[in-house]
């Protein structure tokens, strides 16, 4: 069972640039899809952006993309979320997800482990 511990979430302005951080532990890191998900407050959780065990293929939800870049460091055990652009509506806590399956949809049904999430907060 893999555990989950982000970093890096801060209170940044608007068009600033944050990288977050997502370490994992307890598993084997290489054969998760990871994912991250946001949360802002009265919202469900949703999807942002996830990335296949190698790497290779990546998702991204319509509302980041060209913005946000997901990445991973198997050999650190590590993925990363870097966050360009930013603007008051990226504002929530974000979550790292895990999961040895990935069937493509944007549900948090899909992922099986979590991190207990770090907050950005982005002020106009």
């Known amino acids: 069972q893999v555990q989950l511990v982000e970093s890096g979430g801060g209170l940044v302005q608007a068009g600033d640039s944050l990288k977050l951080s997502c370490a994992a532990s307890?598993?084997?890191?290489?054969?998760?899809?990871m994912a991250w998900f946001r949360q802002a407050p009265g919202k469900e959780r949703e999807f942002v952006t996830a990335?296949?065990?190698?790497?290779?293929?990546?998702w991204y939800a319509d509302s980041v993309k060209g913005r946000f870049t997901i990445s991973r460091d198997n050999a650190k055990n590590t993925v990363y979320l870097q966050m360009n652009s930013l603007e008051p509506e990226d504002t929530a806590v974000y979550y790292c997800?895990?999961?040895?399956?990935?069937?493509?949809?944007?549900?948090?049904?899909?992922?099986?482990?979590w991190g207990q999430g770090t907050q950005v907060t982005v002020t106009s």
């Open positions: 307890g598993g084997t890191f290489r054969s998760y899809v």
């Open positions: 990335i296949s065990s190698s790497g290779v293929r990546t």
């Open positions: 997800a895990a999961t040895t399956f990935y069937g493509g949809s944007r549900s948090v049904r899909e992922f099986n482990y």
